[in-house]
């Protein structure tokens, strides 16, 4: 391929690429022309009216932001009712959950449409612009747009703002669990976020198969559909629910989810705020609510069940592809079929030779094997130059784009190093060996995870392209760049979604990514003469991206540190700590932890519970203060037969933002936690360890505990009861943070702790 091929075919396969990522969603923000039009600038205004305070259930804001919903509600002619109860949801975190409800009649009696988001934002320190009063602005802005058509819906309409999602979907579970009008919902449309910008992505939500649902999805036909059917079989995996999972699971209703990932630094933070949120992305949640909601409010919802599920996956231009599962199979057995026939013909026709076969497989499987390895030593390596990055929990640095980046270069750079050695090899040799894994892998996918066996797609395309090599002896090099757009456009976006959405540790799947894409798109890189430079090019590329990333490393103001520091009193020993969980200290919490000693949990008897199980990195001795512990009373303490009934009143007798009981090692047939009792599921599960509940508290409520145990057996509980004053308390005077560093989000923070054990 002579050099101006070589770099056309270059900035070709950089534009699919390009396209890939800039058509996923809308690009620029639009002055809406009609009243019916969603309007991001009006959906930003609730976000920035909503997120200018922490509003966490307990917190002094989480009142005023229902004060504005209920105003919103009603300035746009709509009722709104407001529901009020405790809920412990399936995590035994107990609260009270307001809920935020209104009802747009339809002409028919069937089924209701149901808009869903939660209002309330992480504790305790998250403004909740993006997680989720985005998804809120969303549903106000965009009825307030269908309002304007003055068209009575075929469907009751039902807008649900939930409480308390972010503590165990506390409202979600209310809701479903007690509102009479949970048992009229046909289909919910649910808006979240996990980042504040980028693409929102589509994921369903059903206990049966998916075909009718997504069917339905393609004919409302919104106009930036970001989905693959590999999404949610990973996500079903993961231990990450929303509001509508409680409507699935408990409800069995079905849904869509809708939310973005990128910028996940942002994620459950103090920088969750409105400025950082990007307006398209809002824009684009509006295209998925104007199209669907025109489309579920007019059709019939009672029969979305379906036996039969469906392959999915967008594609530019195309929006959103879809075949049934019962293709998989017979794809999977045409494609070995003809993977076997061109094998057979190539080698007969001497296209093929078993040695050059061979030696491409060593160099492809060779480039597998090392990119896993970039991938997986090469973060591991970061966190070793840089320790700070421990302290981002969820694991997406500020600079991950740019480390996405540079290792998606050196992959690419290394795949063209050692394939700069096969120079005497054909690249029809060298295409044996990717297709024959890319079968592999899309065997195990339709055995293992039949959602991603829409990884036998490129692997057709490469079919064709090696069935135009075998037959003619100059292919054009275009052809193969064409038939390549299905493994671009599908694929690229995956190396840089797993690692922003799991965290930098799944760089090695990013990489592995790399090499695979690069193995299918051989028939054009293999014919590249300078193969070796164009490495050399693209290591100095990367490099810069790592020199950029190293500029990055350091916390500032726009990139803060997060930072931790505790209180805590133990009640039983009168001894007294301050705690951290930096694994790197900052000159804040330093002043504080001057004894780095990692016996935490010896000193202090448990962990407390937190989103990524992480517990108290450093310990130090502090000065004792007068807190008050809790008030505990033992309201029933009867036996009858083999059984002990216990009632317990915990009472605070300071203000508490949440409270957590532990047991000793008993069985516990049955507890109740203010009139909400546990599943027997949670009571029942090893991962809950000792923990009973964790009771995150409104208006200083008391806890009470009704308990039904072994009668030979004796309880002890243990209380670690906290307030989020630390910084503002009486008896502290802890200085602020300085600019570049904000409180650690995912674990109890800035907190007054007591702990207190009582046998009973």
């Known amino acids: 391929?002579?050099?101006?091929?070589?770099?056309?075919?270059?900035?070709?396969?950089?534009?699919?690429?390009?396209?890939?990522?800039?058509?996923?969603?809308?690009?620029?923000?639009?002055?809406?022309?009609?009243?019916?039009?969603?309007?991001?600038?009006?959906?930003?205004?609730?976000?920035?009216?909503?997120?200018?305070?922490?509003?966490?259930?307990?917190?002094?804001?989480?009142?005023?932001?229902?004060?504005?919903?209920?105003?919103?509600?009603?300035?746009?002619?709509?009722?709104?009712?407001?529901?009020?109860?405790?809920?412990?949801?399936?995590?035994?975190?107990?609260?009270?959950?307001?809920?935020?409800?209104?009802?747009?009649?339809?002409?028919?009696?069937?089924?209701?449409?149901?808009?869903?988001?939660?209002?309330?934002?992480?504790?305790?320190?998250?403004?909740?612009?993006?997680?989720?009063?985005?998804?809120?602005a969303t549903i106000l802005e965009g009825i307030r747009a269908y309002l304007t058509e003055n068209i009575i819906p075929k469907n009751d309409i039902i807008i649900l703002f939930t409480d308390a999602e972010e503590l165990g979907l506390n409202g979600a579970q209310l809701f479903v669990n007690n509102h009479p009008w949970a048992k009229n919902v046909g289909l919910v449309l649910n808006f979240e976020a996990r980042g504040s910008g980028g693409p929102s992505y589509m994921l369903v939500e059903t206990n049966q198969g998916n075909a009718k649902l997504i069917k339905a999805f393609n004919e409302a036909s919104p106009p930036f559909p970001v989905a693959n059917s590999m999404m949610y079989s990973i996500y079903k995996m993961l231990p990450n629910d929303t509001d509508l999972t409680v409507f699935r699971e408990e409800g069995h209703i079905n849904g869509f989810n809708f939310a973005f990932i990128d910028d996940h630094f942002d994620y459950h933070t103090k920088m969750d705020t409105p400025n950082r949120m990007d307006p398209n992305t809002l824009a684009h949640q509006g295209t998925y609510f104007m199209?669907?909601?025109?489309?579920?409010?007019?059709?019939?919802?009672?029969?979305?069940?379906?036996n039969e599920d469906y392959i999915y996956f967008n594609i530019p231009f195309f929006k959103l592809v879809t075949y049934p599962f019962s293709w998989i199979i017979p794809m999977l057995l045409l494609s070995t079929l003809l993977f076997t026939v061109l094998l057979i013909y190539g080698i007969r026709k001497k296209k093929l030779q078993w040695t050059s076969i061979g030696k491409g497989f060593i160099v492809f499987l060779s480039m597998l094997l090392i990119g896993g390895l970039l991938g997986y030593y090469g973060w591991k390596i970061l966190l070793y130059i840089y320790p700070q990055y421990n302290d981002i929990l969820h694991g997406f640095t500020y600079n991950g784009y740019e480390y996405i980046i540079s290792f998606f270069l050196l992959t690419t750079a290394l795949c063209f190093y050692g394939y700069h050695k096969t120079k005497t090899i054909s690249t029809t040799n060298l295409m044996i060996a990717p297709l024959f894994v890319w079968l592999i892998i899309a065997s195990l996918m339709a055995w293992k995870l039949p959602g991603a066996a829409f990884f036998i797609i490129p692997v057709i395309a490469a079919l064709v392209i090696l069935y135009i090599k075998l037959i003619d002896k100059k292919p054009?090099?275009?052809?193969?760049?064409?038939?390549?757009?299905?493994?671009?456009?599908?694929?690229?976006?995956?190396?840089?979604?797993?690692?922003?959405?799991?965290?930098?540790?799944?760089?090695?799947?990013?990489?592995?990514?790399?090499?695979?894409?690069?193995?299918?798109?051989?028939?054009?890189?293999?014919?590249?003469?300078?193969?070796?430079?164009?490495?050399?090019?693209?290591?100095?590329?990367?490099?810069?991206?790592?020199?950029?990333?190293?500029?990055?490393?350091?916390?500032?103001?726009?990139?803060?540190?997060?930072?931790?520091?505790?209180?805590?009193?133990?009640?039983?020993?009168?001894?007294?700590?301050?705690?951290?969980?930096?694994?790197?200290?900052?000159?804040?919490?330093?002043?504080?932890?001057t004894d780095k000693k990692t016996s935490v949990d010896s000193a202090i008897g448990t962990t407390l519970s937190s989103k990524y199980k992480t517990g108290f990195s450093y310990i130090t001795k502090a000065p004792i203060k007068e807190i008050k512990s809790p008030l505990i009373r033992t309201q029933k303490d009867t036996i009858i037969g083999n059984k002990k009934y216990l009632s317990i009143a915990i009472e605070p007798q300071r203000n508490v933002n949440r409270l957590e009981v532990y047991t000793n090692n008993i069985t516990i047939h049955d507890a109740t936690v203010n009139s909400v009792p546990l599943s027997k599921d949670f009571l029942n599960d090893p991962n809950r360890k000792s923990r009973l509940v964790t009771h995150y508290i409104s208006t200083n409520e008391p806890t009470l505990l009704e308990l039904v145990i072994p009668s030979n057996e004796k309880l002890e509980i243990t209380l670690m009861e906290a307030s989020n004053n630390l910084l503002n308390h009486e008896l502290f005077s802890i200085p602020k943070r300085p600019k570049n560093s904000i409180p650690m989000p995912f674990v109890l923070n800035d907190a007054i702790i007591i702990t207190k054990t009582v046998q009973f």
């Not at 199209?291 to 379906?306: E, G, K, P, R, T």
């Not at 020199?547 to 007294?576: C, E, G």
Request: glycine share 6%; proline share 4%; aromatic share 12%.
């Open 1 to 136: 391929m002579s050099v101006s091929k070589q770099v056309f075919s270059l900035l070709l396969i950089a534009g699919i690429i390009y396209a890939s990522f800039y058509f996923m969603m809308p690009q620029q923000v639009n002055v809406p022309k009609k009243a019916n039009q969603f309007s991001v600038t009006k959906a930003t205004e609730h976000v920035r009216n909503m997120a200018e305070k922490p509003h966490f259930v307990g917190a002094p804001a989480h009142k005023e932001v229902i004060n504005y919903l209920e105003k919103a509600l009603q300035n746009l002619g709509l009722e709104s009712q407001l529901q009020e109860g405790y809920s412990a949801g399936d995590w035994g975190n107990l609260s009270k959950a307001t809920n935020i409800i209104s009802r747009i009649k339809g002409q028919d009696s069937g089924k209701a449409l149901l808009l869903l988001s939660h209002y309330d934002s992480n504790p305790h320190s998250s403004l909740g612009a993006s997680d989720a009063a985005s998804g809120v």
């Open 291 to 306: 199209s669907l909601v025109n489309y579920f409010s007019n059709v019939d919802l009672s029969h979305l069940d379906s």
């Open 476 to 593: 054009n090099y275009i052809w193969a760049v064409l038939l390549s757009i299905p493994l671009i456009s599908l694929f690229t976006p995956m190396v840089q979604m797993f690692p922003v959405g799991l965290g930098l540790k799944m760089l090695v799947a990013s990489c592995i990514f790399v090499v695979l894409i690069f193995g299918l798109l051989i028939p054009v890189f293999g014919e590249y003469k300078r193969k070796k430079e164009l490495s050399g090019l693209l290591l100095i590329i990367a490099t810069a991206f790592i020199i950029k990333a190293h500029s990055m490393a350091n916390f500032t103001i726009d990139r803060p540190w997060p930072s931790s520091l505790v209180y805590l009193l133990n009640a039983d020993t009168q001894k007294a700590y301050w705690l951290t969980y930096n694994t790197i200290l900052d000159p804040w919490n330093e002043q504080y932890i």
